[in-house]
């Protein structure tokens, strides 16, 4: 972790309506690895969570402070949630409400995903299994190899061998 980062992972459900399949999930995928970070603000859902924090309201300035901080903000497809991590230039993940499900009335969350998700600006998870499948894709470093600012013996022989042959073509020529 880089000094100073928080390796916080900030769930936001709006203010309007609650989400208990957002928080359901997160709270299950947090449990199978004690100790992340996650802090949920999760409205007047029905669904209390058990391993990660959480708060059902919070400030506007809390809000925005806990957005500052995090690593990632995983939310619903609020345009309002979306845009203000954006601002701040954070990793977004939405799983949309769906009407068929009860979580809204209609499926503009689906279609504000679709666009966003389009432009690359989030990563959209269709289901409960794919937001999992991107928080451990998130969490896993691309790589732990690293380069070194010298160059291999290897390498050094090929371009001796080629700044070689080329000088000899050159005045074969």
């Not at 399949?21 to 004690?34: C, G, Q, V």
């Not at 619903?76 to 230039?89: C, F, K, N, R, T």
């Not at 959209?124 to 894709?137: G, I, P, R, T, Y």
Request: proline share 5%; net charge positive; glycine share 6%.
């Amino acid at each position: 972790m880089l000094l100073g980062v928080s390796r916080m992972i900030f769930v936001a459900v709006g203010t309007q309506l609650p989400f208990d399949r957002l928080i359901r999930t997160m709270d299950e995928w947090a449990s199978a690895l004690p100790g992340r970070d996650v802090f949920a603000q999760i409205a007047g859902g029905s669904y209390v969570p058990k391993h990660i924090q959480w708060a059902r309201s919070m400030l506007p300035e809390d809000f925005q402070s806990k957005l500052e901080h995090c690593q990632l903000l995983v939310a619903h497809a609020g345009i309002g949630s979306i845009l203000s991590a954006l601002e701040l230039g954070k990793p977004v993940i939405v799983l949309p409400r769906q009407a068929e499900l009860g979580e809204h009335r209609n499926d503009h969350q689906l279609a504000t995903a679709k666009r966003f998700g389009a432009r690359g600006m989030v990563r959209v998870a269709q289901n409960e299994k794919e937001l999992c499948q991107l928080l451990d894709q998130f969490e896993t470093p691309v790589s732990e190899t690293r380069i070194t600012n010298q160059a291999s013996p290897e390498l050094i022989r090929n371009l001796r061998q080629f700044i070689s042959q080329a000088t000899i073509s050159q005045r074969g020529a």
